[in-house]
């Protein structure tokens, strides 16, 4: 009886490949910008800039359901075309 307690139910992601997904995402996204800060712009007396990539299609070793729960709770939001963002805590 105690083993149903513990898994969760059919189609839903367990909650460790949910806590991996999210931080695979984040660590993608921060590599994605990190990335993109980089790039050599056109003129040499300009500084670093911040990018504005806020979002990036997600890692693709995780099946569409581990993103679609993570926006169910609310740790992602879609932002179209496959591509999903992170949700700030405002805490």
Do not use: C
Request: net charge positive; glycine share 8%; charged share 30%.
């Amino acid at each position: 009886m105690s083993d149903s307690a513990s898994s969760p139910p059919p189609g839903v992601p367990a909650a460790q490949e949910l806590k991996v997904a999210l931080k695979a995402f984040k660590k993608r996204l921060k590599l994605t910008r990190l990335d993109e800060e980089s790039r050599i712009s056109g003129s040499p007396l300009t500084s670093g800039r911040r990018a504005d990539i806020v979002a990036i299609t997600p890692p693709n070793q995780f099946p569409q359901a581990v993103w679609d729960e993570l926006v169910r709770q609310g740790k992602l939001k879609k932002a179209g075309h496959g591509m999903y963002e992170l949700v700030e805590d405002r805490g």
